[in-house]
Every structure is written in C-alpha cells, then in structure tokens.
C-alpha cells in the first residue's frame, strides 16, 4: 500500500551495529504495528502503538526498541544487532475507528541482513 | 491463547480449476478473521473479512471464504484459479491476548496456478 512506506528497503550490516527502520503513514490511523516475516513462521509481532503517547511489546520484543514520533510515524531500532534478526520487516497501520476490527494496512517491507 | 493453523505450506493448482486455501483458528470469544495475499517482494494485501453475519465473505479479487464455526475454519477459495493468483496467502484472526486486540498470523500458505 503507497499510503504506507519504509526506509530503507534493503540494508545489509554487520553484527553489533545500530540500526533504526523507518515508518510513515499517510492514512491518517492510530495504530502503527511492526512485525517481522521469517520463512514458515508467517508474521510475528515486535512492538504496536495504538497512538503517540501508547507504546506496547509483541511477542519478541526482545533486542528491539521502537518510538512513536508522530502519529504518522513509527521508527525500529535494532540496539545492536545480531544475526538471527536477519529478516523481512514490515510496519502497517490501522484505524480504530468505525467498525471494531478494522484490517492492517502494510508497508512494502524492509529486507535486513545482519552479518 | 490464541492461534492460526494453515495445515498446507503450498498448494498447486491447474489454472480455470477451482482452488481452496485452509486455515483453522483457536480463539476465546468470537473470532474476526482476515486473508491477506502476499506478492513478491511487496507488502501484504488484504483479500477480506469476517467480522459477524452472512458466513459466506466475499473479497477482492473474486475470492471468497467460508466461516464455519463448528469446524473453527475460514477457508479461503475462488471458483477459476488464474496464473497472477500465485502468491503467499495468509490467514489471521483478530483476538484478545496478552498483546491486546492485535492479530494473530498463520504461517502462511504459497499457492501456485500453474498455466
């Protein structure tokens, strides 16, 4: 979805590194979510924030931060990064608002490789 | 605790032929149930709902799902398959968990029309 976008698409490091992933919206939702996509596990969830000042931990939030700057933004940071968390990243957003359980919106995906 | 199955990791089906996705769920409550189509190398897209009703949802794409509450399954399905609906279908259920209202993925499933 073009409404949703990440930087960078691609990125390659080493073990140790400091990284931080990019999230914007142009949705205009309150909820901003980020999962990470390995072979046979489909998505699982890292860190959701249902608006600025409400951040929470998924199921591995472990070895991950996030930060809610705006409401159209949600970064990732990987606080020193290590080869398992080599991975296809993606934010979505969605909207609380309307019908109970409105469906995600996703962005393209950040492919890392942690060397 | 809530889960996702989709028991098969590929399907192969003849393109014009009929195709059928699984997907079982386990939840606490009612379930609001979602599919998403995955295409290389982009984000994912979603493909419909069930949130209450007629058990019978139909999407995009002229893909449809039936609800089947004795069965717990949503299996996804579309009468003539077409070569471009190739892709990595995923099953998710909107639930309560430790996480909060958040979405649950299956492992997905990979589906080829082969010409």
């Known amino acids: 979805d073009a409404d949703v976008t990440q930087t960078p698409r691609n990125r390659i490091t080493k073990t140790g590194k400091r990284i931080m992933l990019e999230c914007s919206q142009t949705?205009?939702?309150?909820?901003m979510y980020w999962y990470r996509q390995d072979p046979g596990l489909g998505l699982r969830l890292i860190y959701y924030s249902f608006d600025v000042k409400d951040i929470n931990k998924g199921e591995i939030s472990d070895g991950y931060s996030v930060s809610r700057q705006a409401q159209a933004k949600f970064s990732l940071s990987l606080e020193s990064a290590i080869p398992n968390q080599t991975a296809l990243y993606f934010c979505?957003?969605?909207?609380?608002?309307?019908?109970?359980?409105?469906?995600?919106?996703f962005g393209p995906g950040t492919r890392l490789t942690v060397l | 605790a809530q889960s996702v199955a989709q028991p098969e990791d590929q399907v192969n089906v003849a393109e014009g032929n009929p195709l059928t996705v699984k997907c079982t769920y386990s939840v606490s409550g009612n379930p609001y149930l979602f599919w998403y189509v995955q295409y290389p190398n982009r984000g994912l897209q979603f493909l419909l709902k069930?949130?209450?009703?007629?058990?019978l949802v139909k999407g995009s794409y002229g893909f449809e799902a039936e609800f089947n509450k004795s069965q717990t399954s949503f299996h996804l399905k579309k009468p003539s398959a077409l070569v471009s609906d190739s892709a990595l279908y995923f099953c998710a259920v909107r639930a309560l968990d430790n996480y909060g209202q958040n979405f649950v993925f299956g492992p997905g499933t990979r589906l080829s029309v082969l010409p």
């Open positions: 949705k205009g939702h309150d909820r």
């Open positions: 069930y949130i209450t009703g007629d058990n």
């Open positions: 979505a957003t969605s909207d609380s608002r309307g019908l109970p359980y409105n469906e995600q919106f």
